[in-house]
Nanobody, 132 residues
Framework: EAQLVESGGGLVQAGESLRLSCTIT????????IMWFRQVPGKEREGVSC????????YYADNVKGRFAVSSEHAKTTVYLQLNNLKPEDTATYYCAAEKTPRPTVKFCQLYGPRPEKVEYWGQGTQVTVSS
């Protein structure tokens, strides 16, 4: 059974940075697009970022573009989400998730972005709190 475990959340001030990690086991990493979602209680889950290492595609929501960066290291199964210039409105629980992609694919994340209804595996979440 696949497991996704997030870490790296915390309490920071506006303008500061955090790096979230998602460590993934139990699946063939390059067969999956790895996504980051966030959710605030009482609000809909929001897709933040997507990375599909096999075709090198990535995606960012408009409200984080230029501030967040998703990455992974070659042959390793950890995905990072670097959060820079954090704002109070970034406060949420952040989840990583995995969607199995059909093959062949080209620019998967750019075409589809984060799709919660297609997610096969979810992490447990890590809390990010940004104070003003």
């Amino acid at each position: 059974e696949a497991q996704l475990v997030e870490s790296g959340g915390g309490l920071v001030q506006a303008g500061e940075s955090l790096r979230l990690s998602c460590t993934i086991t139990g699946l063939v990493f390059d067969d999956y697009a790895i996504m980051w979602f966030r959710q605030v209680p009482g609000k809909e889950r929001e897709g933040v970022s997507c990375l599909y290492r096999r075709d090198g595609s990535s995606y960012y929501a408009d409200n984080v573009k230029g501030r967040f960066a998703v990455s992974s290291e070659h042959a390793k199964t950890t995905v990072y989400l670097q959060l820079n210039n954090l704002k109070p409105e970034d406060t949420a629980t952040y989840y990583c998730a995995a969607e199995k992609t059909p093959r062949p694919t080209v620019k998967f994340c750019q075409l589809y972005g984060p799709r919660p209804e297609k997610v096969e595996y979810w992490g447990q979440g890590t809390q990010v709190t940004v104070s003003s």
